[in-house]
């Protein structure tokens, strides 16, 4: 939160690194961060959850965009309007698996997600973009490369590096410090884009019914499953990743596009946070009532 008030309070610094893709460069550091806590055998063995991983992954890639193409009908302008559409392509939150490991979930299967739900939005956020009407600014090749460069090749470098461990692990402890700053930085640029106004509340309105239809799939999605696994289905699926959301948007849209989700990463992490403060407290009871 502070990161974000430090960027609408002063957006100067912020909008001129904007200008010069900073957006992108910096995901791409938090991408590859992100890779570089799974080995691809941790990734190869998300195959025993792979019946539930597929619905998943299924349900959301066509629901999600459908949700966020309804909200942005709230939001006013072309470019805010493409900022919330862009959160409905992106993948599963990167701090969902943390969150999920926190509230006694299935990480493998949340991992899973975040990296399956990578991949599709890689490869299926143009053509998900161009059927909801949005005007691009690029073309959907061109933010497939992007997407590629920015997304996929951190992601598998990532890994690859905790793969071959050429460093015996050391290189671990830098790396989360990294990946968090750059998270940081990311919700300052993006913050940085915003225009205060009156009307924002139209945006924020947006944004939040979003987040609860997302939360509303993930529940049901999660029916008829045990807990741990349940809570590894709702967490990803209602929390999408604001840093990459911003990276599709500031590509297909221009900077000033990114602005939404500079108040939906925080939205997102605040949920989060409650929601397994909520499991963490419910579980002794569960602990006493197996019902």
Do not use: K
């Not at 862009?86 to 943390?98: F, I, M, Q």
């Amino acid at each position: 939160m502070l990161a974000a008030i430090a960027g609408i309070a002063f957006p100067g610094p912020g909008r001129r690194l904007d200008a010069g893709n900073a957006i992108l460069a910096t995901l791409a550091v938090l991408v590859f961060c992100t890779g570089a806590s799974m080995t691809f055998s941790d990734i190869a063995a998300l195959r025993t959850a792979s019946g539930r991983l597929v619905l998943v992954l299924a349900v959301t890639t066509v629901a999600l965009p459908a949700f966020a193409w309804l909200a942005s009908h709230l939001v006013s302008g072309a470019a805010l309007r493409g900022g919330v559409l862009a959160a409905g392509v992106a993948p599963a939150e990167v701090a969902s698996v943390a969150l999920t490991s926190l509230g006694g979930g299935e990480a493998a299967l949340a991992a899973g997600l975040l990296v399956a739900s990578t991949v599709v939005t890689v490869v299926l956020a143009g053509p998900i973009l161009s059927l909801l009407g949005a005007h691009s600014a690029t073309s959907q090749l061109g933010l497939l490369a992007t997407l590629a460069l920015v997304v996929a090749l951190p992601l598998l470098a990532g890994s690859a590096t905790r793969t071959l461990d050429p460093l015996g692990g050391r290189e671990q402890a830098p790396l989360r410090i990294t990946g968090t700053v750059s998270l940081l930085v990311l919700l300052w640029e993006v913050a940085s884009e915003l225009h205060l106004a009156a009307s924002d509340a139209r945006m924020v309105a947006a944004l939040l019914l979003y987040l609860a239809c997302g939360a509303g799939l993930g529940w049901l999605l999660g029916t008829g499953v045990p807990a741990a696994r349940r809570t590894a289905v709702f967490l990803p699926t209602a929390m999408r990743d604001f840093a990459v959301a911003a990276g599709i948007a500031a590509s297909a849209f221009g900077a000033p596009a990114a602005a939404p989700l500079g108040i939906y990463g925080i939205l997102v992490l605040v949920f989060g946070t409650v929601t397994v403060s909520v499991i963490r407290r419910r579980q002794p009871a569960l602990a006493e009532d197996p019902r």
